[in-house]
């Protein structure tokens, strides 16, 4: 069966600001799960998840301090998919980028020798550190073995970001119209959202929902392997996979996934559905010559060929969900 988007959806409201039209949302999806007769998601005999990866307010919207090129009609694809596909969804999870002014990738945190703060987009390497090009405010050795840590994993070097995604405001708030899916599917279904936290710790970036880019400072712990929600996850019959940026968090979720199950048991990347069109990638920043480091979409399209080498699919919103 597949299902039409309820009455209230408009697509030319995705990528808008509005608040959230709970009780109007919950009401019809109570309607319509009678009227359509649907089973609540614990009856499922093969369950399937949705994972959306920071489909927030802060990448999604246009206009936001690190809104992702892209993200609007990845957004209208995906909620397009959650209503069609409705019926076999079992359960929807999301992670959060949850994040406070005073962390190691945003301005406040470095000065150069004047005092100035670096411009979003700047990229700290472990020399600029060392040279005192740029000066921590806090913690300086442990921002010195930050860089070289992160420098020495080959995956990223410390870029300064706009401010995004702050606890509180309005950027950290799941993109409306997918909230309003999310709650469409919670009352339908009867199936609670689940929302997983990441990026607290001011001292290690978290491009990952299930672990920090370092993971060790001074011989002190700032984060560790998300071991309950990647067996929550692992738990459904399938995980299709979706949000911001595909260069980035999504990108590193995704390895984090590859590395573990190849670790642990690598049969379960059959497990894993990457939803290649509900994605993009965060653009290359303009300099010349632009570091391989900083070309974010090649980094990106080079990832997708070796999660799918890894075992993983790699579909599209379009494609049927079969049973």
Known sequence: MQLSPPSFYDPNAVGSLYMERADRVAEEASRWREQVGIAPAGQDRLRIAAFGIDCQVGFCVPGASLFVPGAVDDTRRTVEWIYRNLDKLTGLHFSMDTHRIFQIFHPAWWTDAQGKHPDPLTPITHEDVRKGRWIPIAHPKACLEYTAKLEASG???????????????????????????????????????????????????????????????SGQAVGGFNAPFFRMLMEYDRIYIFGQAKSHCVLSTLQDIRDHVQATDPGLADRVYILEDAMSPVPAPPLNPLPPSLDFPRIADEAIEQFRAAGMHIVKTTDPIVC
């Not at 919670?186 to 993971?215: C, D, I, W």
């Open 155 to 217: 995956k990223y070097v410390l870029t300064i970001w706009p401010y995004h995604t702050l606890l509180g405001g309005l950027s950290h708030a799941l993109e409306p119209t997918l909230m309003e899916a999310a709650l469409f599917h919670a009352v339908a279904r009867r199936r609670q959202t689940h929302f997983e936290t990441k990026g607290t710790h001011a001292m290690t970036e978290n491009y990952s929902v299930l672990a920090p880019e370092v993971t060790e400072l």
